[in-house]
């Protein structure tokens, strides 16, 4: 298990920038999330750190099963 930080602590390989966390409205299968990720500053990349993405997945189809 890695520590949790608020600080992302990851730099954008293109520009060298510390990643800032920005809230960004992630979409899957219709249903859409407020999460925030790892942004640059300079460019725009995103990064989606793939647990994240596992969790929100993990959501969405747990949510589906309620039905
Ligand atoms: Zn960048």
Same mark, same amino acid.
């Given at each position: 298990?890695?520590?949790?930080?608020?600080?992302?602590? !990851?730099?954008?390989?293109?520009?060298?920038?510390?990643? %800032?966390? $920005? #809230?960004? $409205?992630?979409?899957?299968?219709?249903?859409?999330?407020?999460?925030? !990720?790892? $942004?640059?500053?300079?460019?725009?990349?995103?990064?989606?750190? %793939?647990?994240?993405? #596992?969790? #929100?997945?993990?959501?969405?189809?747990?949510?589906?099963?309620?039905?």
């Amino acid at each position: 298990m890695k520590p949790v930080e608020k600080d992302s602590g !990851l730099l954008c390989l293109k520009c060298n920038l510390p990643l %800032e966390m $920005r #809230k960004i $409205r992630f979409v899957y299968l219709g249903y859409s999330f407020d999460t925030e !990720l790892p $942004r640059c500053p300079g460019c725009g990349q995103l990064f989606l750190p %793939e647990d994240l993405v #596992k969790d #929100k997945v993990a959501e969405v189809e747990s949510s589906l099963e309620d039905k």
